[in-house]
């Protein structure tokens, strides 16, 4: 059975960093696309950031281009968000999920094998 495993959330100061990383068990992450999404309470879950299957593609959501990085290391079955410049706004639990394409389109319907999420919280 597909799984994924976020890690690395914690409380953080604005203008904070945090990197998140996303571990595969049970199949290898090779074939896939992953996607960062994020919940903060009482709003629907959105898209933060994608990455093909080889990590030659990446797509950003607006609000958080040049402050987070997505990349992966398919040697150790992991992708990671680097998140810096932090905004009382990054609040929320954030999920990686799989897909079996890349599509650069962060489309919550379009992934799979969500992980159980991991809490971001920025305050001061």
């Known amino acids: 059975q597909l799984q994924l495993v976020e890690s690395g959330g914690g409380l953080v100061q604005p203008g904070g960093s945090l990197r998140l990383s996303c571990a595969a068990s049970?199949?290898?992450?090779?074939?896939?696309?992953i996607g960062w999404f994020r919940q903060a309470p009482g709003k629907e879950r959105e898209g933060v950031s994608c990455?093909?299957?080889?990590?030659?593609?990446?797509n950003y959501a607006d609000s958080v281009k040049g402050r987070f990085t997505i990349s992966r290391d398919n040697a150790k079955n992991t992708v990671y968000l680097q998140m810096n410049s932090l905004k009382l706004e990054d609040t929320a639990v954030y999920y990686c999920?799989?897909?079996?394409?890349?599509?650069?389109?962060?489309?919550?319907?379009?992934?799979?094998?969500w992980g159980q999420g991991t809490q971001v919280t920025v305050s001061s």
């Open positions: 999920a799989a897909a079996t394409w890349y599509s650069g389109t962060m489309l919550v319907g379009d992934f799979g094998s």
């Open positions: 049970g199949f290898t992450l090779d074939y896939y696309a």
């Open positions: 990455i093909s299957s080889s990590g030659g593609s990446t």
